[in-house]
Every structure is written in structure tokens, then in C-alpha cells.
């Protein structure tokens, strides 16, 4: 089997790449900065699995045009590279904190730019490459805002993007393809977007090697995930509306 990771040079992306690299699958290390997509391929390959750097970036859409014209054929696509929010020198990448009137509309072009735009990009490139019962994995986080999760421009562009998994998977079933598509959402993880670490919030936060895991056990399963947005604990989620009490 060979798989496609966006991202996997670090953090999900890369636990990711190391669980099903140890099961037998080829990794493509999909990332946007060569060399260190490079020295993720010599670490993955001294631990015995075999991997290759394909040069992605997701606001860049020759990179993923001509990514593809050096695959033939894939078994899964994991699209999990994104930004929470426009990046800022001076200010964490995912700030939990920030008032929802502190978004600006670039910081929302560009997050939907990337994650939902950047995404339906890869899926519509690469979707002709999958095999016949390939599959797409979309990784992505809770939509509904509450008083501790409510970041703008991070839920707004995952919505829009699981919106987009639904829409595949009714194409999918419709005309009676083998192909599927879901998202995952590992919960809370600990990468350096959120300055979490392991074990924080009383267990919440898990690691991304066991969020990797996770991630990784689904993908290789033999259950029909088409359409699906499965939590880390294997929940399907299918109430989309924001609980405010």
C-alpha cells in the first residue's frame, strides 16, 4: 500500500506516517519545506520504513499539480496539513484566547484558503490516482464553539471542509464507487501550534504518536467509514449544531 501525507513532516503528520509505515505502508512525506520533508525520509527509512519526500504546499497549487504527476497510483490520501489561523511573528499560531471580533477577514481568507480551498485541491488532483477502494482521510477538530474551544477562523475553514467530506462521500455512494472519505478528529493533541503537552488537562491531551495511532488504526480498518466524522474514542459525530445553553 502507499500512502500520502500532507504535513508529515512533524507533529500528527509524521506520528501518522510512523504507524503505518511500521504496518507496511509506503509513505509519501508530503510538505511544503524540501529539506525537512528530506530528513523526515532519512528518519522514517533508519526506523525501516520505506519513504519518499514529495514536495507539497497547500497555498501553492503547482506544488500539488506536480506532486501529482510523479504518482501513479495511491491507496490513501491523508490530507493532514493546515494553520489554525494567519500566521503572526508576535502571536501563537492557535490562540485559544483571542475574541472572536479580533478576526480580521484576512485572518479567515487565508485559514480557508489553506485548510478548505488548499484540501479540495489535493482531493480533486489525486482522486483519480486512488486505487479502487482507496481512501481519503480528511483529519479535523470539533466545529461546535464553547466557552474553552472557539477559534473563528480554525472552525469556520474545518466546517466548511467536513461539509466537503459529506458532499464527496453522497458523490461516492451514488455512484456506487468503493471509494471512501472521512475525517478523523484525534482530540486534543499535544504540537507546537498549541504549546500542549502530553498528559495536560488531566489526561485530555494525548501525544501525537498516540493520536498517530489512532489515526492510523482507522485508516487500515475494513469498516465503511464513507461520509463519516469519527472521534478519536470511535464515535461517529452527527449533531453539527452548536449547543448553547
Given at each position: 500500500?502507499?500512502?500520502?501525507?500532507?504535513g508529515a513532516n512533524?507533529?500528527?503528520?509524521?506520528?501518522?506516517?510512523?504507524s503505518l509505515?511500521?504496518?507496511?505502508?509506503?509513505?509519501?512525506?508530503?510538505?511544503?519545506?524540501e529539506?525537512r520533508?528530506q530528513?523526515t525520509?532519512?528518519?522514517?527509512?533508519?526506523?525501516?520504513?520505506a519513504?519518499?519526500?514529495i514536495?507539497?504546499d497547500?497555498?501553492?497549487?503547482?506544488?500539488?499539480h506536480?506532486a501529482?504527476?510523479?504518482?501513479n497510483?495511491?491507496d490513501?490520501?491523508?490530507?493532514?496539513a493546515?494553520i489554525?489561523d494567519?500566521?503572526k511573528t508576535d502571536?501563537?499560531d492557535l490562540d485559544?484566547?483571542k475574541m472572536?471580533?479580533d478576526?480580521t477577514t484576512?485572518d479567515?481568507?487565508?485559514t480557508?484558503e489553506?485548510?478548505?480551498?488548499?484540501?479540495?485541491?489535493?482531493?480533486k488532483?489525486?482522486?483519480?490516482?486512488?486505487v479502487?477502494?482507496?481512501?481519503?482521510i480528511n483529519?479535523?477538530?470539533?466545529?461546535?464553539?464553547?466557552?474553552?474551544?472557539h477559534?473563528?477562523a480554525y472552525?469556520?475553514?474545518?466546517a466548511?471542509?467536513?461539509?466537503?467530506t459529506?458532499a464527496y462521500a453522497?458523490e461516492?455512494?451514488?455512484?456506487?464507487?468503493?471509494?471512501?472519505?472521512?475525517?478523523?478528529?484525534p482530540?486534543g493533541?499535544?504540537?507546537d501550534?498549541n504549546?500542549h503537552?502530553?498528559g495536560?488537562?488531566?489526561?485530555y491531551i494525548k501525544?501525537a504518536?498516540?493520536a498517530?495511532e489512532i489515526i492510523?488504526?482507522l485508516?487500515?480498518?475494513t469498516e465503511?467509514?464513507?461520509?463519516?466524522i469519527?472521534?478519536?474514542?470511535?464515535?461517529?459525530?452527527?449533531?453539527?449544531?452548536?449547543q448553547?445553553?
Amino acid at each position: 500500500m502507499k500512502a500520502l501525507i500532507t504535513g508529515a513532516n512533524k507533529g500528527i503528520g509524521l506520528a501518522i506516517a510512523k504507524s503505518l509505515g511500521k504496518s507496511g505502508v509506503k509513505i509519501l512525506v508530503g510538505a511544503r519545506n524540501e529539506s525537512r520533508g528530506q530528513e523526515t525520509v532519512k528518519k522514517l527509512s533508519s526506523q525501516g520504513i520505506a519513504a519518499s519526500f514529495i514536495k507539497i504546499d497547500l497555498n501553492n497549487f503547482d506544488t500539488i499539480h506536480n506532486a501529482a504527476k510523479e504518482i501513479n497510483e495511491l491507496d490513501l490520501l491523508i490530507n493532514n496539513a493546515g494553520i489554525p489561523d494567519s500566521h503572526k511573528t508576535d502571536q501563537p499560531d492557535l490562540d485559544q484566547k483571542k475574541m472572536i471580533s479580533d478576526y480580521t477577514t484576512d485572518d479567515l481568507r487565508e485559514t480557508l484558503e489553506v485548510n478548505f480551498l488548499g484540501t479540495h485541491e489535493m482531493i480533486k488532483v489525486f482522486l483519480p490516482k486512488l486505487v479502487k477502494n482507496g481512501k481519503i482521510i480528511n483529519i479535523t477538530i470539533p466545529i461546535q464553539p464553547n466557552d474553552f474551544w472557539h477559534p473563528l477562523a480554525y472552525q469556520t475553514s474545518k466546517a466548511a471542509q467536513n461539509v466537503m467530506t459529506m458532499a464527496y462521500a453522497l458523490e461516492f455512494k451514488n455512484m456506487h464507487s468503493e471509494k471512501q472519505i472521512f475525517g478523523i478528529m484525534p482530540g486534543g493533541v499535544a504540537t507546537d501550534l498549541n504549546g500542549h503537552t502530553a498528559g495536560a488537562l488531566d489526561g485530555y491531551i494525548k501525544s501525537a504518536e498516540e493520536a498517530g495511532e489512532i489515526i492510523a488504526k482507522l485508516a487500515l480498518d475494513t469498516e465503511n467509514h464513507n461520509g463519516q466524522i469519527v472521534q478519536f474514542d470511535g464515535k461517529i459525530i452527527t449533531d453539527y449544531e452548536a449547543q448553547i445553553h
